[in-house]
């Protein structure tokens, strides 16, 4: 009986050692591996990182701010990338890279659209209820080829409540909350979505680039191309390119009186704090 017990018990033993032998060369021969093998993090990363904002809207190209970091020390982009960064930590991280600072002027996002339901539909979509997919059949159901869509894709995107479908149907901003990662920028289909500076005092609200004639007969808020805003304008601030008004911010005074001429109400006032 006891010879019996001793076999079974031996039977269940050395397997045991066995097995724990080879997970401890195992653990060994992986920890040895990954010290050798490992890729050493360079300290800049984490330095750099806990300077970006931290929003992770993936404005910027990257994956969010953890990989813009290591995208950035790797020389793979630029600081001003990151639209959101003041212009104090962006040349703190450019003295921790050695790069020269690439501040600029503080922008913001504007919808480039002032149609919305005074402008004709080609057809009735009927599809899943996104500006994405709606653009997919015929190039969206707007007559107008830069028309809003009004479908809110921009809206939905946002993580920060700064743009909203207003009652007209266009897509509207909101600059005082606007924090000008790009997002809705980068998923327009219609590319409507645009940057002015902060500081600018109008915003043209059309992009339809065909003849006036052409304009009337799809929306009735579009550019018709009258120049009456270049012809108002004191300080040469706007002129016509490809029948639309293009400001010079740097030379618009804010009188509006390009404002209070505009025919179709194409040229908007803008809060600016």
Known sequence: MYNFLAIDIMQVVFPTVVLVTIAVVFAVLLAYLGKVLSVERDAKIDEVRALLPGSN?????SAGCDNFAETL???GTVVSACTQMNNDNL???AEILGVTAEGGVPTVAVVRCN???ACKDKYTYLGYGNCIANELVSGGSKSCAWGCIGMATCSKLCNYGAINVNGDGV???DPKKCVNCGLCISQ???SI??????SAKIVVACMNQDKGKDVMSICAHGCIACTLCVKACEFDAIKMVNNLPV???DKCTGCFKCVEKCPKNVIHKREVE
């Open 57 to 61: 809207c993936g404005g910027c190209g």
């Open 73 to 75: 020390v790797a020389g």
């Open 91 to 93: 040349a703190k991280i």
């Open 115 to 117: 149609g919305g339901n």
């Open 171 to 173: 897509s509207v901003v």
């Open 188 to 190: 327009c289909p219609k």
């Open 193 to 198: 979505i645009t940057r002015i500076p902060a």
């Open 247 to 249: 400001v010079d911010h």
